[in-house]
């Protein structure tokens, strides 16, 4: 049974739309964006030529097939697992996508299971004051350190130096947590597993942390033009 401590009141914030962009409501005043959509905005340009590569390897029909396969699946994965670290029974149903988020999300239990000391909370809204906010898969301490703690799903195994984007997802939300609650998490696991079963880790740890804080803001910058 998942150790459930709930040391903090996290609360919901709602999104919304302004001017046609999906925002996050802030507390701290007017509404600000996803850390999704900061990413995504300042994705480097190899990057995007990159996928637009693919795209038009494998084609727009074939690309848009593997994506939203991918999307189902990664969706009924995460309901397993939230529902797992919340300590609440969750049956997906029996059709393929399912019965493979059911053996992908079993994977990762088996992995993290040793290692998850305490859970404060899963699925949190935070905002870091004025620039942005977002949600975090699972806040707690790993490995007896506070961490951020994300689920991913692949199609294949990744390498690390592929996934610059989920450290500074968990360097953003990091830092949201440490202005909203006066923590000082410096720590970042990755809890990732491929659509064949295969279970990878990645972390950042504290002696690391300082280089992914400056790249998220650099993003920041990016994004807001500074």
């Not at 959509?37 to 084609?59: C, H, S, Y």
Request: aromatic fraction near 12%; hydrophobic fraction near 40%.
């Amino acid at each position: 049974m998942v150790n459930i401590t709930s040391p903090y009141e996290y609360k919901e914030l709602k999104r919304t739309s302004v001017d046609g962009k999906r925002l996050y409501e802030n507390p701290y005043g007017e509404p600000v964006p996803s850390v999704t959509t900061i990413l995504d905005k300042t994705k480097p340009r190899e990057k995007m030529q990159a996928l637009a590569n693919w795209k038009k390897r494998v084609g727009a029909e074939k690309a848009q097939q593997i994506v939203t396969e991918a999307a189902n699946v990664g969706t009924v994965m995460h309901a397993i697992l939230e529902n797992y670290v919340l300590n609440k029974e969750y049956d997906p149903g029996n059709n393929i996508v399912h019965q493979q988020a059911k053996a992908m999300a079993s994977e990762v239990i088996r992995n993290i299971e040793p290692d998850l000391n305490e859970v404060w909370g899963s699925e949190v809204n935070l905002c870091f004051p004025q620039l942005y906010a977002g949600t975090t898969d699972l806040v707690g301490v790993w490995k007896g350190k506070p961490a951020i703690m994300d689920f991913k799903q692949t199609n294949k195994p990744k390498k690390r130096e592929w996934i610059d984007d989920y450290f500074l997802q968990g360097a953003a939300y990091a830092l949201a947590h440490n202005a909203m609650f006066e923590t000082k998490i410096e720590n970042i696991a990755i809890f990732m597993c491929s659509r064949a079963g295969e279970w990878q880790l990645f972390e950042v740890e504290a002696d690391e942390f300082p280089k992914w804080e400056l790249k998220w803001a650099q993003r920041l910058q990016q994004f807001y033009g500074i």
